[in-house]
């Protein structure tokens, strides 16, 4: 091999990461650059914030300010061991060909999900915030002859559902897991928009179906389940289901299993 080769090769091989520190830098001036704008701001803490609609942040108005944060703690996943562990051991019995999360935050249950899943499934995560930097790591996790395709979207639109039908080839989804909006409509239209996605025989997990504190002793607390345990009661009227609740009791979390 010739040495311009070798040297071509190389810069094919490093352009996407180039790319991506590249892309990182330019945020990085721009933020730079609108939280100095800011800094001369004069009007009243008052007049410079809205409420957001759930009542637990406050926006600023006014500039286009943004956080750029660069995260290098473990991959982690928002679940109990003893209800997690049982999950993964019923989907590994279905040896599932095409799996697909709705809501992956960290990666560490779209990890695991990898795991499980034979050397030739397709894995396909949906988010509704995926940078480029963020898919193309989580690609990565892929084993054997694996994909991991991640999806930027917002799971309840029809465009979403299409491009998550497309990257299973049209083929049924073995495994569905869901773990996305955990308000009563955006967990309802998470499951009525992919659950006919599954096949017959398959399963779809929903997270958090447990009453957290706030809801079941009014606890002051933030909610975790917010209102998944309610639709999760009305699925359990209509559908063979399984609960895997690793305490009695425990403060949200919870696993609901809808056999299909």
Not at 8 to 31: E, I
Not at 44 to 69: K, W, Y
Not at 184 to 203: F, I, S
Request: with cysteine; net charge negative.
């Amino acid at each position: 091999m010739t040495l311009s080769r070798s040297v071509a090769d190389v810069v094919r091989r490093r352009a996407p990461n180039a790319a991506t520190a590249f892309w990182l830098y330019l945020q990085l001036r721009r933020q730079d650059r609108e939280l100095a704008r800011a800094s001369g701001e004069r009007r009243s803490p008052r007049d410079l914030v809205r409420q957001t609609p759930d009542g637990r942040l406050l926006e600023i108005v006014g500039h286009d300010l943004f956080d750029v944060r660069v995260h290098s703690g473990p991959m982690t996943a928002s679940q109990k061991l003893d209800e997690i562990v049982p999950l993964l051991e019923r989907v590994e019995r279905l040896r599932p060909q095409r799996v697909c999360e709705i809501g992956s935050s960290a990666g560490g249950t779209l990890y695991l999900l990898t795991r499980v899943s034979p050397d030739d499934a397709v894995i396909v995560s949906v988010d509704h915030a995926l940078p480029d930097y963020t898919r193309r790591a989580r690609s990565r996790m892929a084993r054997g002859r694996q994909r991991v395709v991640g999806i930027e979207g917002d799971s309840h639109s029809e465009e979403t559902k299409r491009r998550v039908i497309q990257a299973v080839e049209g083929e049924p989804l073995d495994f569905l897991f869901i773990d996305g909006d955990h308000s009563y409509e955006g967990v309802r239209a998470d499951y009525e928009l992919y659950a006919p996605l599954v096949r017959a025989g398959g399963m779809v997990a929903l997270h958090d179906v447990n009453p957290d504190f706030r809801t079941s002793r009014g606890v002051e607390t933030p909610s975790i389940s917010g209102d998944v345990p309610h639709y999760w009661s009305e699925l359990k009227e209509r559908h063979r289901c399984e609960e895997l609740i690793a305490e009695p009791g425990q403060d949200g979390y919870g696993i609901g299993i809808v056999y299909v």
